[in-house]
Structures are given as C-alpha cells and as structure tokens.
C-alpha cells in the first residue's frame, strides 16, 4: 500500500478528511507532520490512529534551514507522496527539490494565489469561484494542475457561504486527487 504524509498547520479539518477517505484504502497515513505546537489537527489525527510530529518553523535560523529539516523528517517515512493540506508555510527549493508533493489551494488557480484566497475570490468580480489541486513547485502555487472544481457564485453570496462551499469541494477534490497522483 503506498504512504503518504499530510503537512498541515492549523485545524487539520482537510488532513482529517484525508484520512477519514483514504487510511488503509487506498493508502498508508504514515504520519501528519506540523509547523506549530498548538495545531488542533493534532489531536485530530491521533484521534484517528495517525503518529503526528511537530516540528517548529521558529526554532530555525532560515527557511531553507527548516525545509532542510523537514525534508529530513518527511524522508524517514518513506512516502510515496507528501499532502500539503493547510500548511501555511512557503516552501524552499531546498524541499521543492527532494519532495514529490500536492497542495491543495482554495481558488481557481492561477487567480488568488497566496494567502487570502477565499475572501479575494469572494470579493473578485469573477462569477465562477473554487478550489485547485497541484503540485508544489518553487514557485508559490504554481505548479501543474491535478485537479479543479468549479461553482458559480450566488448573487446573494455571503462570505459564510462562500467559504462553506470552497470547504466541501475540498473534502471532496483532495482525496480524488490525492489518488489519482497515486494511481499514475
């Protein structure tokens, strides 16, 4: 069965779905890794059976100091692919370079990348809205599309609403994504 490791930096909602969807079928969560002591998806997951790890972006002189430390800790489990769901970090070349990995971005790539992305797109004068998969490249959330899933906005659209939307199409496109990545 392959493995994976989800990076994630806060709720952990998406990394719990992750898991919910596809641990022990169709692949191995090998572990959840973290920036920050104080994620709530750590709990989340080890509710679920999942070994976390927690490994500080503050208690590194640099960012490719980190990433590099990262790399370390991702490689000793051996994944086949690594997750980005919600980690909120902008990644090096250091691990952009070693580490076969997807994000998952809460716009319609290439429009809204960075942060912010719902309240941009919920603010944009675009009428189609939504949520990308890609790979992680050197260059923020550019890399080649996986996935895409797209709605409509309603006329009227609340920001609740709005974000209430994008949040379903990401429990739904992350695993599919994640599989078909798997899968080829």
């Not at 930096?9 to 969807?21: C, D, L, M, T």
């Not at 370079?97 to 941009?120: D, V």
């Not at 675009?126 to 709605?151: K, M, N, P, R, W």
Request: proline share 3%; hydrophobic share 40%.
């Amino acid at each position: 069965m392959k493995k994976i490791v989800i990076l994630f930096s806060g709720e952990g909602f998406n990394a719990q779905n992750i898991v919910k969807e596809l641990h022990n079928k169709e692949c191995y969560i090998a572990c959840g890794i973290t920036n920050k002591r104080d994620a709530k998806g750590l709990q989340k997951l080890q509710d679920l059976g999942v070994k976390t790890e927690i490994l500080e972006h503050t208690s590194f002189a640099s960012r490719e100091e980190f990433d590099a430390k990262l790399v370390k800790l991702v490689k000793t489990y051996e994944p086949d692919l690594v997750v980005l769901s919600g980690f909120m970090r902008i990644l090096s070349e250091v691990f952009t370079s070693s580490i076969h990995a997807i994000n998952l971005h809460p716009s319609l790539l290439p429009k809204f990348k960075g942060a912010k992305a719902i309240e941009r797109s919920f603010e944009s004068s675009d009428i189609d809205a939504g949520v990308s998969v890609h790979y992680v490249s050197s260059e923020l959330d550019a890399g080649d599309i996986i996935l895409q899933t797209s709605f409509e906005k309603s006329p009227n659209e609340t920001l609740e609403s709005f974000s209430a939307k994008i949040k379903e199409i990401e429990y739904e496109i992350m695993p599919q994504a994640i599989v078909k990545v798997l899968n080829t």
